[in-house]
Structure formats: structure tokens, C-alpha cells
């Protein structure tokens, strides 16, 4: 592709933003009453956040885990290749990060909960809490309710969400080799901060409003996660989190 | 065999005629205009149907039928050519269910692409292109933006020396790669040319459009439109008065004239998944169309806006 340099975002978008809404009304047709359950997920998880507890790491890494492995079945495999050509790629992408955050889970070779006053604690519990509301926006657009967004069956809340949540998480130094740690840490951030980039090109391309908030919090998550090391000064996770 | 070359050389000097010709035929009766193919004769409504964007619908049954019913309205005001390609994602399954639905299948100009960047792949693609279509062959196959064209022209020209195809063209979008364009279309047997032409970018008048014309290569023109925001950018202003001088009822079927009024052009292919804006754009194949010097007046009119 010689000519490169001559294409636009606009050139790859393959579809309407009709079309690109009729796929959450049609999931949430298929997963209803899934949305109930992914809410009160997610509403958990906050509370689970907001105590800052040593002790729920696992508990956490496998709600999310289910939530991007959902999405990548659910969202990219069954309704978005319908009509995008990358959306094979994307659920790849969602698979892995549900994958790594799944082998967390059950090693529990994961990470503790920060505690709920430090700075970046509060922001992230302040992004998931965006990504739990994400359907409201919808409506505030004049969007039917048929179409929300919904954190766990849809790919930008569910991203936003977790980037708050690894936000609030502190990695337990002595459980990988350092290089191991550090890839897998990078890969957790790099997905969904990745997809953020990618949701925001796709809609702006589709001149939708609200093309900005995702790559906007991403790159607040990327800030805030600069608020302290991504192993904090705190003393390894309790033997309970294993 | 005679008759045959006779009635194509006819119909080729009439096309040659250009705008002249639409005039009589605007007066004379209400069907769509149509040009005729120069290589062949066969005469093509001067408005087709695309199906970028709009006709990538993924499997939802509800939008599956109202492009349905866009088929069904560009059937009924006379259109024939619906161009597609693999690369429209499920476009092609689109266009198939809408054949099926609107029993149209004996009157469709089916056009559709290869697009693949293998040559040995292109034949399987071809193939399930077709069954996605719901016919037993193709009238026209392009090689999509010229990817892979050593490859895959040969395959394509093979297939109409061996009767499965009736016609091979290539297509390129945007301005893309014209000088290419212009080498295969002047080496190459080819029936069709596919390029973007709309009232701001004009660039194929200056070579592409007259080396069309020198080679008896039909034109399919693609982004009539500018993929919407050439209209949306027009319907800001009031159509100019004088617009009822060529029957236009609005900005939609100024641009469409504008196109296909160059007597290079065969056949333009505006997109839509609406059964109004179809209508609208079959429209413009009727009625008085502009001449050389109107069309200079409706490019300078838009240029100024």
C-alpha cells in the first residue's frame, strides 16, 4: 500500500453508527437479564474497592477476568465480526486480558487492594464508577435505554472500569520473577488502555459525541497511575489473598 | 453476427452523443436513462446502487430487510447494477438475501470485486462471493484497488474467455494510484474502469474520463456523494433556481446529473439505506440532464459555495 499516506480513519470504517448501535441493542436483547447481574457485578466490586481490603484480590481479578471474557464471546465474536473485519483481533485482545486476569485469579499470584485514601485508590474507584454509570451517557445523547453500554457485556465500559481497578490494585512483588511481573503488569494496562485509543478513533470517525471520554480517562488512568509506583510501598498482599 | 456489431456501433455512437441524447430521451419517455457499455452495446441505467457502508448490516434481520426494501425501490425505479465487494464485510450476504427477497435475481447487473492479496486465493474468493449472492454467475468482476492485479486480472479475463464472466474492470478510489489506472487501461482488454467522480473532485475529467472514451472502456463512478458529506455540506445552501432547468428536485440529484451527464460515464453508484433517498436517486436519471456548459456552471456554482 504505496499510497499509505492518502488514507484517513474514515477510509476503514466499514459501517454506520446505526449499525454500530443496533449491535448493543441486539446483545442486550440476547443477554437480558445479563445486564442486572453485570451491573450488581460491577456495584460489588466497588464496595469490594472502596473497603480497601487486603484480602479480595482474587475475587476481584476473576469478576473482571469474567467480564472481558464475556465481552470478547459476546460483543466482538458474536455480533461485532458481523461487520468489522478487525473485531476478530479485538476478540483475541479481550480474550488474553480475561485470560491473564483469570490466571491471576486462581494462582492468586495477583495483588493486594490499595488503601482506600491514597490518591490513585480514589481515582480508580472514581473511573469504574464512570464505567458503571457508562449507560447513562446513552440516555443524556438520546439514545433508547435498548442500546446502554453496559460494564461487562460492552467493550469501552468494561475498559474504563478496569483501568480503575488497576488502579486501586497493588501487585505483590514477590510472587513473579521480575521480568514476568512486569510484562504481565504492562500487557493488563497496554490492552484496555489500547482499546480505549481504538473505540475513541472508531467513533469520532462515526461523529459520535462521545468520542473523546474513553481515550480521555485512559490517558487520567495513565496520570493517576503516576500517583505512586505500580508496587507500592505497602507490605506484601496477606497469605489470604493466595 | 453482423447485425449485432451493427446495433453496438449504433449504440456507441449514440453514447458518443452525450448529453444531447438524454434531452430526447427525457421528452420522449419516463424510464430511467440508460448509456450503453461500449464494449458490448448493453445498455445500463445511468444510476446503480452501492453498497459500501450501508449494506454491512451483520446478521441483524431487521436491517437485512430494509435493504431489502432498497433493492426493492431501486428494482422498481428501474435500476440494475448493485457493485459490492468482499471487502464490505457482509454487504455481499446483504445484497444475496435482498435477491432472494425481492425475487430479483434475473434483473440485477451483479458487480461485485476481488480483493485479496494472493492471486492463487482469488478464484475461492470469487466463489464465495458468488454464493453469497445467491446467482450462478457475476456480470461484472473489478479488481478492487488494484491490489494484486497482475494476479488477478488474468483469472478474471480467463473466466469471460471461458464464459463464466461477462465483464472485468478495476477500481480504485479517491484519487488512488490514477497513473497505474491509466497504464492498465491502455494495455489491458478490459470493459469497466471504477473511479471516484463527484462535483468537487474532478480530477479523472483531465485523463482517466477521455482515455476512457479513446479505449471504449466503460465508467462505474464511486463517492458520488463523498460518502455523505458532500450533501450534508449542500444542504446548508438553496438549491440555485435555475436547477429546475435539468428537473431536479433537489441537491441528491444535482450532484447525480452532474456525473452522469459526462458522456464518459456509465453508471453511478450512491449508496443508501434509505428507500426515499433511492428513489430520489433514480430520479436522477430522468428528466432534461445538463449540457457541457451547465455542467460547468453547476461545478462553479458548488466550488463557490
Redesign the interface.
Known sequence: MSEWWTYRPSDFLMFSERTYRRLFELLNADLWPGQLVAIAAALLLFALLRRGSLGLGRLVFANVAAAWLCTAWAFFWQRYAGINWAAPGFAAAFALEGSLLLALAITGRAAGLRAAGEARAMAGRGLLLAAIVYPVLGLVLGRPTSQAEVIGLAPDPTAIGTLGILLVCRWDESSLPGGARLGAVALLWAIPVAWCLVTGLTLWTLHAPEAIIAPALALLALWAARLSPTSSSLPPPHAADR | MQTAVTRRAVLARLAALGPLSFVGMATAQSAAATRAIPSSGEALPLVGLGTW??F?????G??RDACAEVMRAFFAAGGRMIDSSPM???SQAVVGHGLVRTGSAGRVFAADKVWTSSGARGPAQIETSRSLWNLPRFDLLQVHNLLAWPEHLPTLLAMKAAGRLRYVGITTS????HREIEQIMASRPIDFVQVSYNLLDREVEQRILPLAQERRIAVIVNRPFR?GDLLQDLQRHRLPAWATEIDCDGWAQFALKFIVSHPAVTCAIPAT?SVAHVRQNMGAARGRMPDAAMRRRMAAHVAAL
Do not use: F, K, L
Open positions: 457502508i450501508t454491512n448490516v451483520g446478521d441483524d431487521v436491517a464490505y464485510g457482509s479517491e484519487g488512488r494510484r460518502q439505506t
